[in-house]
């Protein structure tokens, strides 16, 4: 499966939008993009994952680039609650997937 | 959304005891179940994966003996770490896939200390 780089840590402000990075420059063709959050002491939530096209749920957009060699997550509205690791990975599916968690994001939602 | 359960959250276990875990699927069929374990300020890292009705698949580096897996049903998977010592403290993280889709749903975790 391709490997992540996503920045250490970041703060947002409360209220305004939370635009998360992940570069994954050796994508390859069959692979998606996953997020996946976990806030402190509880187990991972999923968030949105995507292929090609930009997508957007309840929770967050995704950002896709044309090459496919870098994403954007993005929380519209921060709130103190999104405070949390955001983890970017990638992997093509199938029934027995896994997931391989990198050091991920850590976003501080400032109030 | 999918929910996934675990039992117990939290368990404090004496050195050369066994301990089980339990992670139950609440509103839907698991055919795959992922266990995981994070230590302090780590990310999580994958155990073994477990498909129902066959053995389950353990990383490289994880004793299949010392960490049990069973998934019995489509909904119940069990980790029975077994001769816990100090060193298996960590925070126990199950997740099931909701098929057809590839996402995993995680359960809260349990929270292990062996004493």
């Known amino acids: 499966d391709a490997k992540t780089t996503q920045p250490t840590s970041m703060d947002c402000a409360e209220g305004r939008a939370a635009n998360l990075p992940c570069n994954h420059s050796t994508i390859s063709g069959n692979e998606y993009v996953y997020w996946y959050r976990q806030i402190h002491s509880q187990g991972p939530q999923y968030i949105i994952h995507g292929l090609k096209n930009n997508e957007t749920n309840e929770m967050a957009s995704l950002i896709i680039t044309e090459d496919r060699k870098s994403s954007t997550l993005i929380l519209p509205h921060a709130t103190l609650r999104d405070t949390a690791v955001y983890y970017c990975i990638v992997g093509s599916g199938g029934s027995n997937y896994k997931l391989t968690f990198g050091k991920g994001t850590l976003l501080t939602v400032n109030p | 959304g999918a929910v996934v359960s675990q039992h117990p959250s939290r368990v404090i276990c004496k050195s050369g005891t066994s301990v089980k875990i339990e992670c139950r699927s609440l509103d839907f069929q698991a055919t795959t179940m992922f266990w995981y374990r994070q230590f302090p300020k780590q990310s999580l890292m994958l155990m073994a994966t477990?498909?129902?009705?066959?053995?389950?698949?353990?990383e490289q580096g994880v004793e299949k003996d010392k960490f049990l897996i069973n998934h019995a049903s489509l909904t119940l998977s069990t980790l029975t770490v077994t001769s816990a010592h100090p060193e298996d403290s960590s925070f126990y993280i199950c997740?099931?896939?909701?098929?057809?889709?590839?996402?995993?749903?995680f359960g809260p975790g349990t929270r292990l200390t062996v004493t």
């Open positions: 477990s498909n129902e009705g066959s053995k389950a698949t353990y």
């Open positions: 997740s099931a896939r909701l098929a057809p889709s590839y996402e995993q749903y």
